[in-house]
């Protein structure tokens, strides 16, 4: 291959002997969809010559393309040229992917390309034999076939890939050949008899490599297996092509058979032959995968660290990761892959280290000595470690050290000095081996896990049903051992639909069941791992798991445990360790899916219902007062609601409100999930987690929890209800409506709050009796009911008054400036809203500054809104509210269109938009919806501004506000179509 050279400013490479991949400076390069890395490849193979445009087409899609083929092959030519020249400047012209007449060129370096490396080794490898130095030409060709990396030209479709497929596939087999004669040449016919029987299994049809096999079984003294193949050749060849053996196959038969005695070794490899020391080298590598998927970078870089043992010190590499993602497969593959970098063989041993009963490393290395050709070993383990030490000191063996336990039980089976590498696989991490190469082995991405089902249901089957097979091994923690299994029991019911699988795995509890197939189960595998953990960590694996959150902080595990914070990290460290769990930020941790299932069944299975109570009941006693305690420094002097509960735990010190607000983002989804915990248990965790929402919606009402949140709810009101426990159903449908009300459900939200008010005593002054009545006035107000809603804020300012709270109070005031706006009571509004904000700014409170601010915005009107607006935007962003800020942002966009600030309004609506949208807020969406279509009509948009009001109209029906009304004519004034119908 010829390639132009260009100025070389950056280690660029590209592989298309596997799956095409590029690198920068050793950085992996996203080359895009399929379609652009055919592009790709077919420059790539076309070794620097121009390829026209058309022929480009012709390449990607034959004699079918789309109809804009030439803009779309354009398109991918652009996005190439961004990711290989990725420093380059705008408008300067490309150095790489060049333009030339009506085609394009790849202009790369010649070594840049594993395709001309490996024909630049193939065609030194045929000198080198052809001069006779079989050796070297032996170690080209191990070097040139090691570039491959799986079927070249994976993925990349069209019918030039398709052709070059089947080309490069045929180069690798003939370079496969040649190495496997060259072998012979040197003696190493004991070496190449398993790789030339998988080689013949591949391409029974190919006489050449029957022809070698023959060769080297005679070699072994195996003269019957020789004779062997010869039969089946003939018998396979007359079956499938009705012809007899070629000249050269049946010339090996015949010499064979006369005892020829050239057939004998060479004189040198003879030479070594006869010496009764040297016996065979052992190759003791379990068969390779031929579905292997995925994990190419992790091939590459192991790969490399092995075949450069050649340093002052064995080179000793480890893959440590979780039952179940495949390191021993990886190993194997790897081990396969550089195993003619070490001629003097390969050693293999099962250490058993994730059972009962571990390998002894005295009777592993008795059989490593025995492989050796020791006759008599000695009898300690030191005798045999020295002895060993002995016979590899002089040889370059790969020795495969699979399921190890702990770093003492390799240790003895490590080479002295450098030349041999080790590469081990275990659970856990052996941290412990001086100058080991330390690799973790993660799940597969969602792409190789597809790949892997792929390769084993088929590609059809998959691709009819897409978004099921993605559900599979989403479902399967993208764990290749329960993708492989999920996919087997796909294949060997071919009934079944990709989708009929993604259903029964859909069922957590019955996951673990739905992945076993014969002796393979996923609950077997991490019960391995498992079984060697101590009583504590054991423990330690299954109380964590009662929480089912993305990631569990250091304090919340203390809890659950009822340990101190250091211990409680020496147990996640030791479970993480074992790979039973997982760190991927210092101090906070998490399972794999499967992992936690697993540990929820042991929790079920051990039944002790009242450690796992304890357990949530620690949690909930450290997070309900470290809410309070944000709450507290979020709205200084606010008051809480009544607790059902009482805390023992201080919680934790939250010093300021940027340090609360950063608690309540990172921790909201353990607090959601300590609360679902809670609702399963009996009342006293129910109540806690009662008092854990209040206290969170209080100061964070995010509307997103609230599928969740509301189904928690009602099943503890339920339960509340069946105990007729009158606190509790208060508390409950406080909580509820107060979510609700966030949620846009106002009708829903009504009839929560007044059903708290039913289960309390309107003579009892309390802060839940507060609370409920002004978000009942609130919600009676958005209804345009304000005549029904001014007394019970009333109430609840007299509440506030006997209860000593300014600050409830001064809410309070501002909400009722807004019933009084809607009785028309204009005056009066403003200055209680006014009255609001002067004890807001008093108070030092930002929340309740902002609050104060957005109502007295609303009851303005026009222009003299404006500041208000701005100012309660800024506090809203700076206490991290989105959903307050949205609907700040409706609301001032429509006081800058009453001013006739049109550009600014239509600005603030679409930002407000996006905000609501993105929390799924119905009523600020409307509100947003319907400033954008003023502003829009206004700036002369109108079928964008009309689309805008339709939306905003229907979303106001459907939620049965006051809003909807003057959107309707807004509308009607367009004379352009009939009011479309309210959304269902």
């Not at 859909?506 to 002796?519: F, I, K, S, W, Y």
Request: hydrophobic fraction near 45%; proline fraction near 6%.
């Amino acid at each position: 291959m010829e390639f132009r050279e260009t100025p070389q400013t950056s280690a660029l490479r590209f592989q298309v002997l596997g799956p095409v991949q590029a690198w920068l400076d050793d950085k992996p390069l996203s080359l895009g969809s399929p379609q652009q890395q055919a592009v790709l490849t077919t420059l790539l193979l076309h070794s620097g010559r121009p390829v026209t445009t058309q022929d480009l087409v012709d390449a990607l899609w034959g004699d079918r393309p789309p109809t804009q083929a030439v803009a779309a092959l354009r398109t991918y030519v652009s996005r190439l040229r961004s990711v290989i020249e990725p420093r380059r400047e705008v408008r300067r012209p490309a150095e790489l992917l060049v333009s030339i007449a009506d085609g394009y060129a790849l202009r790369i370096p010649g070594e840049a390309l594993d395709l001309t490396v490996f024909e630049r080794l193939s065609t030194e490898a045929a000198a080198a034999r052809t001069s006779g130095d079989k050796h070297e030409a032996h170690r080209l060709l191990a070097q040139a076939l090691a570039l491959f990396s799986g079927r070249p030209l994976t993925g990349i479709p069209g019918p030039y890939a398709d052709t070059q497929r089947l080309r490069l596939a045929e180069r690798q087999v003939a370079a496969a050949e040649e190495l496997c004669a060259t072998a012979l040449d040197i003696g190493l016919h004991a070496e190449i008899v398993g790789e030339l029987n998988s080689l013949t299994a591949e391409h029974p049809l190919r006489e050449r490599l029957r022809e070698l096999l023959m060769l080297a079984l005679y070699r072994c003294g195996r003269q019957a297996e020789a004779l062997g193949v010869y039969t089946d050749t003939r018998k396979i060849l007359i079956e499938e092509l009705g012809v007899e053996p070629g000249a050269g196959l049946s010339a090996m038969h015949n010499r064979i058979l006369a005892a020829d005695p050239a057939l004998a070794l060479p004189a040198a490899a003879a030479a070594r032959e006869d010496s009764p020391a040297a016996p065979p080298a052992p190759a003791q590598l379990p068969a390779d995968v031929s579905d292997f998927s995925g994990r190419s970078e992790l091939v590459g870089d192991l790969s490399a660290v092995l075949m450069n043992a050649t340093g002052q010190a064995v080179v000793v590499t480890s893959l440590a990761g979780i039952g179940g993602v495949g390191k021993t497969t990886l190993a194997v593959h790897v081990a396969h892959r550089v195993r003619a970098d070490f001629p003097d063989g390969q050693l293999y041993v099962d250490l058993r280290g994730a059972g009962a009963s571990p390998a002894d490393p005295v009777v592993v290395l008795g059989d490593f000595l025995h492989a050796l050709g020791v006759a008599e070993n000695p009898d300690s383990l030191e005798q045999r470690a020295a002895l060993y030490r002995s016979l590899l000191a002089n040889r370059r063996m790969l020795i495969l050290l699979d399921n190890a336990r702990d770093a003492e039980q390799i240790q003895p089976l490590i080479p002295g000095v450098s030349g041999c590498a080790v590469l081990a696989t275990s659970r856990s991490r052996l941290a412990g081996i001086p100058g080991a190469q330390l690799f973790d082995v993660e799940e597969l991405t969602p792409d190789e896990a597809l790949a892997l089902f792929s390769a084993i249901v088929g590609e059809q089957r998959v691709a009819a049903e897409p978004e099921a097979a993605m559900k599979v091994v989403t479902a399967c923690g993208f764990l290749p051992l329960a993708v492989r299994i999920a996919a087997a029991r796909l294949a060997s019911r071919p009934r079944w639909s990709v989708s009929d699988l993604a259903s029964r795995l859909a069922d957590q509890r019955r996951r673990l069941d739905e992945l076993q197939l014969g002796n393979l189960a996923v609950e077997t595998t991490i019960g391995l791992g498992y079984g060697q953990l101590s009583t504590d960590e054991a423990r330690a694996f299954r109380l964590l798991a009662l929480i089912d959150s993305p990631d569990i902080p250091l304090a919340a595990a203390a809890a659950l445990l009822g340990v101190d914070e250091y211990t409680a990290e020496d147990l996640a460290e030791a479970l993480v360790e074992a790979n039973m769990l997982e760190c991927f930020t210092p101090g906070r941790y998490r399972y794999h899916d499967l992992l936690r299932l697993y540990a929820q069944r042991q929790n079920e299975r051990i039944g002790d219902t009242v450690e796992q109570e304890r357990a949530v009941l620690r949690l909930l006693d450290l997070l309900i007062p470290t809410v309070r305690n944000a709450a507290l420094v979020i709205e200084p002097d606010d008051a809480l609601p009544e607790l059902l509960t009482t805390p023992t735990s201080q919680g934790l010190d939250l010093p300021t409100s940027q340090a609360a607000q950063d608690w309540l983002g990172t921790e909201g989804a353990l607090l959601l999930s300590v609360v679902e915990a809670a609702a399963n248990g009996p009342g006293t965790l129910q109540r806690a987690a009662v008092d854990l929402l209040n206290y969170l919606f209080s100061i964070d009402p995010d509307p997103t929890r609230g599928p969740r949140a509301v189904r928690v709810l009602e099943a503890i009101g339920e339960d509340a209800q069946r105990r007729g426990d009158s606190a509790g159903i208060a508390r409950v449908y406080f909580a509820l409506g107060t979510l609700q009300s966030v949620t846009s459900d106002f009708h829903g939200s009504e009839q929560s709050f007044r059903r708290s008010l039913n289960h309390q005593a309107p003579d009892a002054p309390t802060i839940l009796l507060l609370g409920t009545a002004n978000m009942l006035g609130v919600i009676l107000s958005v209804g345009n009911r304000p005549a029904e809603a001014l007394p019970f804020l009333e109430q609840a300012r007299s509440t506030s008054q006997a209860v000593g709270a300014p600050i409830l109070e001064a809410r309070v005031v501002s909400n009722m400036a807004r019933v009084q706006h809607r009785l028309g009571m204009t005056e009066t509004a403003i200055r209680s809203a006014e009255d609001g904000v002067a004890a807001a700014r008093a108070s030092k409170n930002g929340p309740l500054l902002a609050q104060t601010l957005y109502q007295l915005g609303v009851v303005l009107s026009g222009i003299e809104a404006v500041p208000h607006l701005r100012e309660a935007h800024r506090l809203y962003q700076s206490q991290r509210n989105p959903l307050w800020e949205g609907y700040t942002l409706a609301r001032l966009a429509s006081a800058l269109l009453v001013s006739e600030q049109h550009t600014e309004a239509a600005e603030a609506a679409g930002e407000s938009l996006a905000i609501a949208q993105e929390l799924d807020s119905a009523f600020c969406q409307g509100l947003a919806n319907a400033a954008l279509g003023e502003a829009l009509l206004a700036l002369a948009q109108p079928a964008r501004g009309l689309a805008c009001l339709q939306e905003a109209h229907a979303i106001f029906t459907r939620l049965g506000v006051p809003e909807a009304s003057p959107v309707a004519d807004l509308i009607s004034q367009q004379h352009t179509e009939p009011l479309s119908p309210p959304a269902p």
